[in-house]
């Protein structure tokens, strides 16, 4: 509930005081899979904390990120799909996380009021 009253916060927020009552249309969110967020979750809470709001009816749009890794040992870059968080190609258990753990908004659409 709190990441979504944050995005309707910034989407609020978002909005120029030349828009003066504009609505949010549409809020396009990039999430990395291991940003601990339920997409339908916080469509729900999205919803629910948009009532009465510049934002209320808005849509809310998540692209999942893939988790992508690069070992130290031999700079190889890999897609991780299972809990093992080690290199495919070394076994090397130096790595480091390129993304995955995302919560980003990409962009804000309003309409004019």
């Known amino acids: ?3 979504a009253a944050e995005i ?3 989407a609020v927020e978002s909005i120029p005081e030349e828009m003066a009552g504009s609505r949010v249309v549409r809020v396009h969110l990039n999430v990395g ?3 601990a967020v339920v997409p ?3 469509r729900f809470c999205f919803e629910i904390v948009a009532k009465e709001t510049p934002a209320e009816g808005a849509r809310l749009e998540i692209q999942e ?3 992508v890794a690069q070992c130290n040992g031999c700079d190889y870059q890999w897609e991780i799909e299972s809990a093992v968080f080690s ?3 070394c076994g090397s258990g130096s790595i480091d996380m390129l993304s995955g753990r995302e919560l980003d908004i990409d962009s804000i659409e309003l309409e004019e009021g």
Request: proline share 6%; aromatic share 0%; with cysteine.
């Open 8 to 10: 309707v916060r910034i």
């Open 40 to 42: 339908e979750s916080l």
């Open 1 to 3: 509930m709190g990441i």
């Open 65 to 67: 990120l893939a988790v």
């Open 87 to 89: 290199c495919p190609r």
């Open 33 to 35: 899979k291991l940003a």
